[in-house]
């Protein structure tokens, strides 16, 4: 079966959950999967460092990768562009490692249009009310950021039927489940194996 990695895409609204679904994850299965590390030209926030979570970059030297085409696709979202480094993630789908990119909706279609092999997930909690809750529970955002948010997934919702598959985060545990199993279970399209179904072709014709 395919030995070479899958690439995911994880999309969602502000407050699903993302970040600990990832956190989960790759603390599950470290060996199976490798995480994306975005460039930006957004400020680190307070805990952040260059190389873990983002490459912070200043806006020549972001230009200046869009230019090399060492991105795989970019955004701009919230004044900032976003981008992911494309040697990363193609040398690690190499190594047969799954690859996954944690990014906004616009990004996330791009990829798909480049590589129409790209498993999209959409992360959302089990309600609005929910989401809502989630927000305002972290105790850390002003009313407007909240509804900001809250717009913004208003907008966000239009795109979830572009996704592949939808991953509703209520339990974590079970969430960290089913994206495994989603994505495991690309190793095993036909389009992933067209060198085993070649050679199952060749051994047949030489019988
Ligand atoms: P934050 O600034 O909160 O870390 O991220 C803002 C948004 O940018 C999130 O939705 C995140 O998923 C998205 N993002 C992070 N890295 C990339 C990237 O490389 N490309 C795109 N298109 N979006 C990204």
Do not use: W
């Not at 799954?98 to 798909?112: C, P």
């Amino acid at each position: 079966m395919s030995q070479k990695g899958i690439l995911a895409v994880v999309s969602g609204f502000s407050g699903a959950g993302k970040g600990t679904l990832m956190k989960a994850l790759l603390e599950r299965y470290a060996q199976q999967y490798a995480l994306s590390i975005s460039a930006t030209t957004r400020k680190p926030r307070v805990g952040e460092e260059h190389g873990r979570e983002y490459f912070f970059l200043e806006k020549d030297a972001f230009e200046q990768l869009i230019a090399e085409d060492a991105l795989i696709e970019h955004a701009c979202y919230v004044g900032n562009y976003y981008g992911t480094p494309k040697s990363y993630v193609l040398e690690q789908m190499e190594a047969g490692r799954d690859v996954i990119l944690e990014i906004e909706i616009q990004g996330a279609l791009e990829v798909k249009k480049k590589f129409p092999e790209t498993l999209l997930l959409f992360v959302t909690p089990p309600s609005a009310k929910e989401l809502e809750s989630r927000l305002r529970g972290r105790g850390t955002e002003t009313e407007a950021v909240i509804r900001d948010r809250l717009s913004r997934a208003v907008e966000e919702a239009e795109f979830m039927e572009q996704y592949d598959y939808i991953l509703v985060n209520d339990d974590l545990d079970t969430c960290v489940q089913d994206m495994h199993r989603l994505i495991q279970a690309q190793h095993q399209r036909c389009s992933e194996n067209r060198d085993f179904i070649r050679q199952m072709k060749q051994e047949l014709n030489e019988l």
